[in-house]
């Protein structure tokens, strides 16, 4: 219920007294007992595990039943959202449900493996309110996704499920209703993946994108026999590809099929994790589809609606090496200040994580190997990723969710682990990241195995925290509780003429020499959905130069000389923020 | 033993074996380089680098060194050093197309993309189905705005793509022939132990029993390299150069792109007074070497004192000149030019040695001596 106080964080409001308190505290933690310098240091990211007192019950299951079918293990993507409008992050997880033969299959619904929605009492305590807002959804969850598709303030909620799809529209009074039928977006029977809302066509609604893995049916061969004697999943190739779907908003709560129509059905994949974003800064939103073990889709929109597959041109469908990868998940951001937006793909062991740079000419470099991007994750299956700003220094760190899909890998490589930590990146500033998972407090030396990851800020103190679905496991929540003197600045837009949540909307920030852009993006990461604030760390900047926000259609914002440290809100077609 | 483990993937096993060999020896560059092998394996391509250069200190002719030492650095994001190291090679390793591949990535990643492309195009002659060099060619072309050839190569790369993935089905499929596979690599990994059994004996002086386990060695592995290396030198120090000629030539014909091989077939050749087969070895082994100077020392010497061809001698050592300007590289080409009667040649030549190194009594003494030569003859 704590709202992002506008005082909370100017100098000496009750968060900075707190953080000298923690400085004094690690001053004396170090003279006391003589502790690693690191683990105590200013700047160095801390976060810590909260799960344990965060009043989270939720464990994941995956619904198998020995019989390794190809989405066990692909499940699932989680949602940070606040779904009663009380200020703070609400948790949504998706959960699998009972496969052929599980023995789950056939139980009373009550007792079925069911979504969990937690809403957030303030201080990292959760309430499990499934039941009261009605979006226990008993479908087998792999996507999900954020957006007000009827314009009415409220955030409603899309599952991108195997099996039918579902839209919860969000009553206003912290309810839901099951509207897809009506809506006409259940999307067949198919395996889904990666979902997004977006605006393809400038109109002022959420369109709405549905990412698809592959053709299923019970009858194909589920698992094989691997070359060391134990039985794994088909990997995607065993299956045919499928094209995706993209829905227009008619604006009267139903929505049009157009994925043949916009160009998107015509070309077929294994996708998983998705992100709609401008990559050529020409006004309009771009969809970028990575598919696992097959190239990865960049659908460049005409501005109109229509959409040209242009993956294999800019560099995006292959790593360096012209290899396809095992794709999962999509980071987005401007990890080197340039203005045009990066994306981060993480992929199968023996694979780097890619870190593609957006050249600003329509091109995309894989630059993991001059940056160190990829450092760590050759030896990991990795999945929800993105690049956070953890210690507010302006510079977007790469947090990478890692975890193994083979149930049988530790009896057939005593060298593997089936759990594994996750893993943080440190953005030096000057184009290199530096593995500092080791250093980062028991937050990462959490073993599981993470799925989708998402990052927010969950206890209203300005940095931003982790919430991790694990596979067949309860989830983490890390908690950041890094020490530091930098400053930053949350934005949430709202739209007027475009839509209200400002999704595709282009946020530029300059203070003093740091410029920096995000874009607000409804799904993200794998299969996840997280962020509608664009967050920005500002370094020793104390003021805002600039802020600028261009909107869908084109539409510009710019305020000027803006305080920092905290949330505010820019509304369409005004020049100043309400906080 | 460091060698079979290794082979097994007992990589941990492996190092323990080669440091015991490396307290015994430690001027093994081979060992430093399997040690290499491993951390590059284990992603520890700082001490990959670290340790491929210390094989390389040890023995700059090392094969497949630079080849690894570039593979670590690029692997590090070091583009700028992948090219200081591979522009040095002479590109005469089994891996030149790999090594032309790792240059066109490491100019594209600086963007440099003609000579991306270029490198990429070199790649591809020497293999034209190498799919990864024809996906790195369609982006250079792509970001050089060569749109049309770009599109081509784009297609070709989807081909070879196509190729590959069907490569890789039919070879899961063929599983069955996994126990030849096995078979031969088991006879592989016995010849390599018998060859590096080899050198052990043959670094503690014990000659017969070198000369066994090198001759098995060969007998077992038709491509063994290293034992044949190591009979050459056995035979021809004993005289024996018949024996070692057929060992060099075995050699040329399993790598013919060393040239470490043709220059000491070209060698042995002159020591066995073949002075016409001897040049024609030794001018193979430097187009595959061009910038290795021995192989242009042997070659003057066969063509001033065995062919006695000395315009072809004068050439040879204006060539040695341009690579390694030394003042032993300049009284050699004076000796040339003054045996194809160039004395004006001659002197330049002698002159530029003495000022190259101005306190040597015996280059004055010659260059006192060409003087006179040059007055006698003045009308």
């Known amino acids: 219920m704590t709202s992002l106080n506008d005082t909370a964080a100017r100098r000496g409001s009750p968060h900075n007294r707190a953080r000298r308190s923690m400085l004094l505290a690690a001053a004396l933690c170090l003279a006391a007992i003589g502790a690693d310098y690191a683990s105590c240091a200013e700047g160095q990211v801390q976060l810590h595990d909260v799960m344990p007192t965060s009043g989270i019950m939720f464990n994941h299951t995956d619904g198998g039943s020995g019989k390794l079918y190809v989405m066990e293990p692909m499940t699932g993507g989680l949602a940070l959202f606040d779904y009663d409008g009380d200020g703070d992050t609400d948790i949504y997880f998706l959960n699998g449900a009972p496969l052929k033969g599980s023995p789950l299959r056939g139980n009373a619904v009550a007792n079925q493996p069911k979504n969990a929605l937690y809403r957030n009492d303030g201080g990292i305590r959760f309430t499990d309110v499934t039941e009261q807002a009605g979006v226990g959804d008993t479908g087998y969850g792999l996507g999900v996704t954020v957006g007000d598709y009827d314009n009415d303030g409220d955030p409603d909620l899309y599952l991108n499920n195997f099996g039918p799809n579902i839209l919860y529209r969000n009553n206003g009074d912290g309810t839901f209703t099951d509207v897809t039928e009506q809506a006409g977006v259940a999307d067949g029977d198919q395996v889904g993946a990666g979902t997004n809302f977006l605006d393809i066509d400038g109109d002022g609604d959420l369109d709405l994108f549905v990412s698809r893995y592959l053709i299923f049916s019970y009858d194909m061969e589920a698992a094989q026999t691997a070359l060391t004697g134990y039985r794994v999943q088909s990997g995607p190739q065993s299956y045919p590809r499928v094209g995706n779907s993209l829905y227009r908003n008619n604006s009267d709560g139903t929505f049009t099929d157009v994925s043949h129509a916009s160009g998107i059905r015509s070309h077929e994949g294994h996708g998983m994790g998705s992100i709609c974003l401008d990559f050529d800064n020409d006004g309009d939103t771009d969809i970028c589809v990575a598919n696992d073990q097959c190239p990865n889709f960049l659908f460049q929109n005409d501005g109109t609606g229509r959409f040209e597959e242009v993956g294999l041109e800019s560099g995006l469908a292959y790593d360096i090496n012209g290899n396809t990868q095992a794709s999962m998940g999509i980071g987005c951001g401007d990890f080197d200040h340039d203005g045009w937006l990066d994306l981060y793909m993480t992929s199968y062991e023996l694979e780097l994580a890619t870190l593609y740079q957006n050249t600003g000419d329509g091109f995309f470099d894989d630059v993991t190997r001059l940056t160190r991007a990829g450092v760590g994750t050759l030896e990991r299956v990795t999945w929800g990723c993105d690049f956070v700003d953890f210690d507010h220094d302006g510079n977007k760190d790469l947090f990478i969710a890692c975890g193994r899909i083979e149930n049988y890998i530790k009896e057939s490589d005593h060298s593997m682990s089936y759990d594994e930590p996750n893993t943080l990146l440190m953005n030096t500033g000057d184009g290199q990241f530096v593995d500092v998972s080791a250093d980062c407090g028991d937050g990462l030396d959490v073993n599981l195995c993470s799925r989708g990851a998402a990052f927010d800020d969950l206890d209203n103190d300005g940095d931003i925290d982790v919430v991790i679905l694990n596979w067949r496991q309860p989830p983490t929540i890390l908690r950041n509780d890094t020490v530091s003197d930098n400053h930053w600045i949350r934005i949430r837009l709202r739209g007027t003429k475009t839509n209200r949540d400002g999704v595709g909307a282009h946020v530029k920030v300059v203070a003093g020499d740091l410029s920096q852009v995000a874009e607000v993006h409804s799904g993200r990461g794998y299969q996840s959905h997280y962020g509608m604030d664009p967050h920005f760390g500002l370094g020793k900047h104390d003021r805002i130069d600039r802020i600028e926000v261009r909107w869908i259609g084109g539409g510009v914002d710019v305020l000027e000389n803006l305080p920092v440290d905290r949330l505010i809100t820019i509304t369409e077609g005004s020049s100043s923020p309400t906080q | ?379």
């Open chain 2, 1 to 379: 033993m460091g060698t079979v483990h290794h082979q097994f993937e007992h990589r941990e096993e492996a190092v323990e074996w080669w440091q015991r060999t490396l307290q015994r020896n430690p001027r093994r560059a081979d060992i430093y380089f399997g040690m290499a092998t491993v951390a590059a394996e284990e992603e520890e391509y700082e001490k990959a680098i670290e340790l491929c250069r210390k094989a390389q200190e040890i023995d700059p002719d090392l094969p497949e060194v630079e080849h690894r030492l570039a593979e670590a650095l690029a692997a590090m994001g070091r583009p700028e050093e992948v090219i200081e190291v591979l522009d040095r090679s002479d590109r005469n390793s089994p891996n030149a197309s790999e090594d032309y591949y790792l240059l066109g990535q490491s100019y594209l990643q600086l963007r440099q993309y003609d000579l991306a492309a270029a490198n990429y195009e070199k790649a591809l002659s020497l293999r034209p189905s190498y799919t990864n060099a024809c996906y790195g060619l369609a982006t250079a072309l792509t970001r050089m705005k060569q749109r049309e050839k770009a599109a081509q190569y784009h297609e070709k790369f989807e081909e070879l793509r196509a190729a590959d993935l069907q490569a890789v089905k039919y070879a899961l499929g063929n599983r069955a022939k996994r126990v030849d596979t096995d078979l031969d690599h088991a006879i592989h990994v016995v010849a390599k132990t018998r060859a590096d059994a080899g050198q052990i004996y043959r670094g503690h002086g014990w000659l017969y029993e070198a000369e066994q386990h090198w001759l098995r060695a060969a007998a077992l592995d038709p491509r063994n390299l290293t034992s044949r290396q190591g009979l050459v030198e056995l035979y021809r120090r004993r005289g024996q150069h018949e024996e070692a000629l057929e060992l060099c030539r075995q050699l040329t014909k399993i790598a013919p792109h060393m040239a470490l091989y043709h220059l000491n077939t070209g060698v042995l050749l002159a020591q066995m007074q073949r002075f016409d087969a001897a040049e024609q070895s030794l001018r193979k082994g430097i187009e595959l070497a061009p910038k290795r100077t021995p192989g242009y020392h042997s070659l003057l010497q066969v063509l001033m004192y065995g062919t006695k061809d000395f315009s072809q001698a004068k050439l040879v050592a204006e060539q040695l000149v341009e690579l390694e300007p030394t003042a032993g590289s300049y009284t050699i080409l004076s000796e040339a030019c003054h045996h194809d009667n160039d004395l004006p040649g001659a002197l330049a030549a002698i002159g530029r040695a003495t000022e190259l190194d101005p306190d040597s009594e015996r280059l004055k003494s010659v260059q006192k001596w060409l003087q006179e030569e040059e007055t006698k003859k003045a009308p």
